[in-house]
């Protein structure tokens, strides 16, 4: 099936490397203009260069800095005109158990998840309320229906969140805003390259490593997600493929799920 989105406007936070950037590839391939943020500039250009030819604008942007967004969100529609699909997606996880996270880490944890969302959906709300297809979407993950204990604020936060983006879906329906979910499990991206490269000296090779990890984890599927197999969730969920979705979620957690609805 193809799509054509030639005049369709995507925003994705945190398109800079993994889910965020195989994103803004799809948009682009599909026809859309896109607009991406990260914090940090040298990823920023160098996501930049790795994209398909396309209308595309690149903003420094801190998801958790109101006034960035609210400028991010001014530059958007400035070159684009409009926005129809924003892609709540920045943000990575904290590894940290009930005993050892302190006061500030339960914050800066809640805060990243909460207004990692709060503060795009609201800045970008004016334009998506004038589009015929507007969506939201937020990557979220498996954590919220099923806990780890090694990722006791993550998963607390991500629980929030997804009480959070079925409210907004319930509210926004007025407006004709869809808001919808992805639960991921394990993907494959910048977060996990950092953990490795964390690892002390004796480490197996990165894909070794991967699918020993997947193992632990008990991964059915044998293996991770690749973050092209998460875009296309994000991807379906933007755009009106979707259009009598809201409210809901779609798990990428290669089986890892234990819920039956
Ligand atoms: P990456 O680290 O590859 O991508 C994260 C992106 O978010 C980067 O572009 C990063 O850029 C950006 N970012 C982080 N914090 C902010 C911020 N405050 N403001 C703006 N941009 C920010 O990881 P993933 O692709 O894996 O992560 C995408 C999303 O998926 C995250 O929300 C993550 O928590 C979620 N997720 C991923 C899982 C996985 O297994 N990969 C599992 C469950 C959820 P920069 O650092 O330059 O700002």
Known sequence: MKIDLTGHTAVITGGTSGIGLATANLFLEAGANVAICGRDRPRLEAATQTLP?????????DVLDKKNVADFAAQVTAAFGGVDTLINNAGQARVSNYENTTDEAWREELDLKFFGILNPSKAFQPALE???NAAIVCTSSLLARQPEPHLVATAAARA???SLAHSMARELAAKNIRVNSILIGVV?????????EALPEGKPAYDVWLKQQAEIK???LGRFGTPEEA???LFFLGTPLSSYTTGSTIDLSGGVSRHVG
């Open 231 to 233: 875009a296309q969730a």
């Open 53 to 61: 030819d396309g209308p595309t604008l690149a903003v420094q942007c």
């Open 160 to 162: 929030g969140q997804l």
């Open 130 to 132: 004038k589009s015929d």
């Open 218 to 220: 008990g991964v059915p």
């Open 188 to 196: 494959e991206s910048a977060q996990w390259s950092r953990r490795y």
